[in-house]
């Protein structure tokens, strides 16, 4: 129980945060860092008790939501009150800078930046940590829903339409808009008590990051296109508390949000000492990647607790392991790996159970909530339907891409000519120089700053020739981007997308979540984005211009993809003697000239 304790203790300490209060940088290392002054501080004897009251005397500061109190503090019955340990003043600003998660005025609070560059927000991570202490997870729905069960199965037509199966290598809203209070969410109905629910066993031993998963819930079965989903009867409170809610919230707004709804990246003020985080769309939705990172890193991490034997491993060495190098050495269960391992984790189906059994709960709880009153049980399971496919297909199946900001991009020189999108190609390149494959975040970016002074200072470039540059760390780097032409392809960077793969290729592959970001995720998003034609063409660097690009290795991997065109001859590096017979003259553009 040390390490429930602990938790509990820590969110004790949550009050409602002002925008720039921390006296620390706002770096998942200080989250770290105070939890293991926690757990230095904590008294054995009682680390002993599950400390509930500090959840329960949080509520006083809004940091908890009705099914949060419900799935998680109801089930504990244990009040014994603790004094929670002094920690130092500037970790005190700390968690009360990241308590709660919001998006004020294109600002979002409450997030951190991680080691791997991903921003994650904390309020969801630490509801799945303390979800997964509870061990039990699987929560029976109360049978006297506001909503009355359909006679028959709602059928689910995009039901089938999953991520394929893409784990990493290794195997092994809040309520927080502008215009949403703590009353909004209310306390628990007084006529709920924590016997309508019975909690059941965990969910069976599976692993996220190992070769065979096989998620199951008791009442969901294997997806397939003609699949019904039967009235849930059950909820799973780690993803519950994590994802289904939010997402089913966010997408009851109705279709004019959905163009804002998932993964709106941001920028930090400063990379050393990160304080404030802008978004890039002013109009994001409370569903940020931050949030999304926070919710998936919850879920996984709760999911790993909740099968661990006592004693379970201290917090801050669970998450200094899951931001760094790997959960107990496997390198495949970390933060960069954390869309492959949640695709795992929430297939299509079970998501699609959760979001509709956390929208049922919701309004069981709380009769008088805004979105959900007078929703019937057909409309709520289209509302789960669709956020699940969102979800599924524009974050899980995308590969997480770090902004320009993100690595410390210097500015483009001059103005940038604007694409006429959708393109028909996609050009793939190796770096060549950087030779060797970068493994993290701190490499990558450093590889990807040196790239663009060498384009910009020694080519005398606008900037970064390349639009997007993937490296081996599981993070895909913006270029030039989805909007601007690039300087990649000699005569043909209007026509198509130029991605280039960090290392020499000549006599070796890139590593697979590499080749996997290049041939499936990224283009895949691209069409669903409608930048790049469903049709579009693959092509290496040598079939376009006289160059060993993208190497030996590669390239012959490259001729068994999908889309690639085999039509297209290579141009070997050395140039053969003239023919006779000159090639008609081409027309190029002023930027196909790079």
């Not at 002993?48 to 329960?56: F, I, K, M, Q, Y």
């Not at 607790?305 to 060495?317: A, D, G, H, N, T």
């Not at 049980?377 to 590969?399: I, R, S, W």
Request: hydrophobic share 40%; charged share 20%; net charge negative.
């Amino acid at each position: 129980m040390v390490v429930q304790g602990i938790l509990w203790i820590l969110y004790g300490l949550l009050l409602q945060p002002e925008p720039g209060t921390a006296t620390l940088p706002l770096l998942m290392d200080s989250v770290i860092q105070a939890l293991a002054e926690l757990e230095q501080k904590a008294p054995a004897a009682e680390a002993g008790h599950t400390a509930s009251a500090w959840l329960l005397s949080a509520q006083d500061s809004c940091a908890h939501n009705a099914l949060h109190h419900f799935l998680l503090e109801g089930q504990n019955l244990k009040t014994t009150k603790l004094d929670p340990p002094s920690l130092s003043p500037e970790l005190q600003g700390l968690i009360m800078e990241v308590a709660r998660h919001g998006v004020w005025d294109g600002k979002e609070c409450g997030v951190v930046l991680a080691s791997d560059g991903s921003t994650v927000a904390v309020e969801p991570l630490l509801a799945g940590l303390e979800a997964g202490l509870q061990g039990n997870r699987v929560v029976n729905l109360p049978l006297d829903s506001t909503a009355t069960p359909p006679d028959a199965g709602v059928t689910f037509p995009d039901i089938g339409a999953t991520v394929p199966d893409e784990r990493a290598t290794s195997p092994g809203l809040r309520d927080t808009s502008s215009d949403v209070t703590c009353a909004d969410v209310g306390a628990v109905s007084p006529n709920v008590i924590a016997t309508d629910l019975d909690v059941g066993a965990t969910f069976p031993d599976v692993r996220p990051g190992s070769p065979h998963v096989q998620v199951t819930s008791p009442d969901v079965q294997a997806s397939s296109a003609d699949t019904k989903a039967n009235f849930p009867t059950t909820v799973d409170s780690l993803l519950v508390v994590t994802l289904a809610r939010d997402l089913g919230l966010n997408f009851l707004q109705g279709p004019q949000t959905w163009s804002h709804s998932l993964g709106t990246e941001g920028c930090w003020d400063q990379l050393s000492v990160p304080r404030t985080f802008t978004l890039l769309d002013p109009e994001a939705s409370i569903l940020t990647t931050a949030f999304l990172n926070g919710a998936l890193d919850g879920a996984l991490l709760g999911d790993y607790l909740s099968r661990s034997p006592e004693p379970r491993p201290p917090l801050s060495r669970l998450l200094s392991q899951y931001y760094g190098a790997g959960v107990a050495g496997d390198p495949g269960f970390r933060s960069n790996f954390r869309r492959q391992n949640g695709a795992a984790l929430t297939p299509t189906p079970i998501l699609t159970q959760q979001v509709w059994g956390a929208l049922i709960l919701l309004q069981r709880l709380e009769p008088a909530h805004p979105q959900l009153q007078g929703m019937s049980q057909e409309q709520l399971a289209q509302v789960a339907t669709h956020a699940t496919k969102e979800f599924t297909e524009a974050f899980l199946g995308c590969p997480a891409i770090h902004p320009r900001c993100r690595w410390g991009a210097a500015p483009y020189r001059g103005r940038p000519t604007p694409l006429q999108l959708p393109l028909g190609f996609l050009y793939v390149h190796h770096t060549y120089v950087p030779a060797p494959p970068c493994t993290d975040f701190e490499r990558c970016a450093a590889d990807m700053r040196s790239m663009q002074r060498f384009h910009q200072h020694t080519r005398g470039w606008d900037d970064i020739g390349y639009s997007f540059v993937v490296g081996s760390d599981g993070y895909v780097y913006e270029g030039r981007g989805w909007h601007w032409v690039g300087a990649h392809t000699l005569g043909h960077n209007s026509r198509g997308f130029g991605v280039a793969l960090i290392g020499n290729y000549t006599a070796e592959l890139p590593a697979e979540t590499a080749l996997r970001a290049v041939r499936d995720e990224l283009p895949r998003c691209a069409v669903r984005a409608g930048v790049l034609r469903p049709g579009y063409a693959l092509l290496g660097h040598r079939q376009l211009v006289r160059t060993d690009c993208p190497g030996d290795a590669l390239f012959n991997l490259l001729r068994t993809w999908p889309h690639f065109d085999k039509n297209v001859k290579p141009r070997t590096a050395r140039r053969s003697r003239r023919s006779r017979r000159r090639p008609p003259p081409t027309i190029l553009l002023a930027t196909d000239l790079q």
